[in-house]
């Protein structure tokens, strides 16, 4: 088997000490558990940050946020750059705005920015299809805006599109490769990501980057098939059958690579 020519080593399972997570570090996490029952180093680092776009760049779009009766939010990046705007750019939205909210967890987000009445709260469960009936019931009433970031949203973009829907998107937040140039004489054993922006920060802060012995374990089948792309061997993937969480996928590749005493497996 090959990555972009390349051909991809058999997995040798050697030990693995250090590993760095392309994440902040948690206060409690499973993680924990691993590193004590395995004698691990963890280390902790995100190589993505969100950046606001500034009101005077926000003025450029002529976005006017007061002309929206509905706003649609994806995440709480999305609410929280949205209000942010809103104050810097002294605007007050009608009482009567309505909010499409894709999941439970951004819907209660919101109650920090707004008094939550159902009546103009409308809630998915984690994604767009979930909010249909409601959106269709108000297509023809409303001026909906997508409060957005430099990645879009692609799904809810072509599902107001394809039905019709009177919308605009709003550049608000930026993600962008964080500053890993501190860790140029660091070498991990592994190294574990989330999205395809990690490795494309790698090789922005890395451009010379060379796997070697280093291994990668990747959460999600758009980070896995960027690793692959990137030319890298993928050692670690989840979720999977055997392994729901990147700690259990972690975990069963640490028995193979750290050799764990007979009876001390977890179950």
């Known amino acids: 088997m090959s990555v972009n020519g390349k051909v991809k080593k058999?997995?040798?399972?050697?030990?693995v000490k250090t590993i760095l997570v392309s994440q902040p570090k948690p206060e409690r996490s499973p993680y924990y558990e691993l590193e004590k029952r395995y004698g691990l180093t963890i280390d902790w680092r995100p190589f993505i940050h969100v950046e606001p776009v500034m009101a005077r760049e926000f003025r450029k779009l002529?976005?006017?946020?007061?002309?929206?009766?509905?706003?649609?939010?994806?995440?709480?990046?999305?609410?929280?750059?949205?209000f942010r705007l809103c104050d810097e750019l002294r605007v007050r939205m009608s009482a009567d705005t309505k909010y499409f909210c894709l999941s439970e967890a951004v819907?209660?987000?919101?109650?920090?920015?707004?008094?939550?009445?159902?009546?103009?709260?409308?809630?998915?469960?984690k994604d767009i299809a979930d909010l249909?009936?409601?959106?269709?019931?108000?297509?023809?009433?409303?001026?909906f805006l997508l409060p957005c970031s430099n990645l879009g949203s692609q799904e809810v973009?072509?599902?107001?599109?394809?039905?019709?829907?009177?919308?605009?998107?709003?550049?608000?937040?930026?993600t962008v490769s964080s500053d890993l140039s501190d860790l140029s004489d660091i070498t991990y054993d592994m190294l574990v990501f989330f999205s395809p922006l990690g490795i494309k920060s790698l090789f922005e802060n890395f451009p010379g980057f060379q796997q070697n012995e280093t291994r990668i374990a990747a959460f999600g089948n758009s980070t896995s098939k960027a690793v692959e792309e990137s030319g890298l061997m993928l050692n670690v993937k989840a979720p999977a059958p055997e392994a729901p969480s990147m700690t259990r996928a972690l975990e069963?590749?640490?028995?193979?690579?750290?050799?764990?005493?007979?009876g001390e497996e977890s179950a």
Do not use: C
Not at 62 to 82: G, M, Q
Not at 107 to 125: D, P, W
Not at 252 to 262: D, P
């Open 62 to 82: 002529k976005v006017h946020l007061e002309e929206f009766t509905s706003v649609i939010f994806t995440s709480k990046n999305s609410i929280d750059h949205f």
């Open 132 to 143: 249909k009936p409601y959106l269709l019931k108000h297509k023809d009433k409303e001026k």
């Open 252 to 262: 069963l590749y640490l028995q193979k690579s750290n050799k764990v005493k007979e």
């Open 10 to 15: 058999e997995e040798t399972y050697k030990e």
């Open 107 to 125: 819907a209660n987000y919101l109650q920090k920015f707004i008094i939550y009445r159902k009546r103009k709260v409308f809630v998915g469960v």
């Open 157 to 174: 973009s072509s599902f107001l599109d394809e039905h019709s829907f009177h919308w605009k998107d709003a550049l608000m937040y930026q």
